[in-house]
């Protein structure tokens, strides 16, 4: 890893002096750091995206796996849970679970069920939230994380408006979190959250945008930037059919850059749906993309809704808009209501049908 970065200040003609004052250490730091010693986790990765960004996730998974030092490990399995390099956060885990530091023994207890909530290695949400809830830990930092996960299992559960009140009353606490790379990776974890309410239950597609702006300017790296574009992109996607496929696309390229390739195939989904709604997919396209799809899909409010455009079936359609309005997607639900409208179906009907849609 270091003589990677090495062979980049060789190519690009940087010398240890002008990287050490970019980055805000001395030259002997620079210098010792090259030649093996420990430095700061952030440090090292403000290093590699100052000189070979396009491989920052295999550069630190590589750091992470060698490092020694208490802040170190807690920085790193926050890096490698946020860029779902869980290979990487497993070592870690394993390496400092014995460790006679107090603050990361807590850290590991609460990544341990990190681990298990991203690796889908758990009997059942309920079980993992007792499990999360069963912890003590006395650090504030290790108190948020759980709070944070605690906040993930209730949005998978859709329990959103409690997610929401949970996020918003403890954005003030991380604020108020020591170090500066927990905090902002934290704050990331939370608008993601946050991100989606509001463009999918709420379709407060004003207050995405801004939630979006947030998350890009934490600056976490491509995981969250890829979310970012993509909560973009479904703010515009019914007004703007440009701006919405653009960030798509941009989406698709973090998600790429990251590993992430259901990510990737996730764009190529709401690209698609893009063209759809922009009657740019004819029906036999359309019919030809729900013929590669299983029932489970084919029964889903997006499948009935796709089936409908083409058999202009109105009980399908509103099959569509009540299993969206049970499932919580609430755009979806605009959609199917729009193209109901179109059917000649009654609005103030269907704006009584729609003030039962959940909002958080």
């Known amino acids: 890893m270091r003589q990677t970065l090495l062979n980049q200040l060789e190519m ?10 970019k980055v805000d250490m001395s030259p002997s730091q620079i210098t010792g750091f090259f030649k093996g ?24 998974e590589q750091y992470s796996l060698n490092i020694t030092s208490p802040r170190s490990i807690r920085y ?5 849970s946020t860029h779902r390099l869980l290979e990487a956060l497993s070592h870690l885990i394993n390496t400092a679970t014995n460790h006679q530091n107090k ?15 991203q690796t889908k290695n758990f009997p059942s949400e309920t079980e993992l939230y007792t499990q999360v809830k069963s912890l003590c830990p006395t650090d504030l930092t290790i108190k948020m994380l759980q709070t944070i996960l605690e906040i993930n299992i209730l949005h998978a559960q859709k329990n959103y408006r409690m997610v929401k009140q949970v996020a918003e009353l403890n954005q003030p606490i991380i604020d108020q979190l020591p170090d500066e790379f927990i905090k902002k990776s934290f704050k990331a974890r939370l608008l993601q959250l946050l991100g989606y309410i509001e463009v999918k239950v ?23 930037n890829s979310y970012s574009f993509y909560l973009y992109g479904l703010s515009y996607m019914l007004t703007d059919y440009e701006k919405s496929m653009s960030f798509f696309k941009k989406a698709s390229s973090e998600y790429k850059k990251s590993g992430l390739f259901a ?53 399908l359609m509103y099959d569509s808009l009540t299993s969206s309005l049970e499932t919580g997607d609430n755009m979806l639900a605009t959609l199917a209501s729009n193209e109901l409208k179109r059917m000649g179906e009654s609005e103030s009907y269907l704006n009584r049908l729609n003030k039962l849609a959940f909002t958080a």
């Open 12 to 21: 690009k003609g940087i010398t240890k002096s002008s990287l050490a004052k």
């Open 202 to 224: 709420n379709c407060n597609f004003t207050r995405t945008i801004e939630r979006a702006t947030e998350l890009l300017n934490c600056n976490i790296g491509s995981t969250f």
């Open 103 to 117: 603050q990361l023994q807590e850290t590991v207890q609460m990544y341990k069920l990190v681990y298990k909530w």
């Open 263 to 315: 990510g990737v195939n996730a764009m190529q989904g709401n690209i698609f749906t893009l063209n759809v709604i922009w009657n740019k997919v004819s029906n036999p396209e359309l019919q030809e993309f729900l013929d590669s799809k299983n029932d489970a899909y084919k029964q889903s409010g997006k499948g009935m809704y796709f089936q409908s455009l083409i058999t202009k079936d109105r009980e």
């Open 37 to 60: 010693k420990e430095i700061a986790f952030e440090t090292v990765l403000e290093i590699v995206r100052y000189l070979i960004p396009e491989k920052e996730l295999e550069l630190m």
């Open 76 to 80: 790193a399995m926050e890096y490698c």
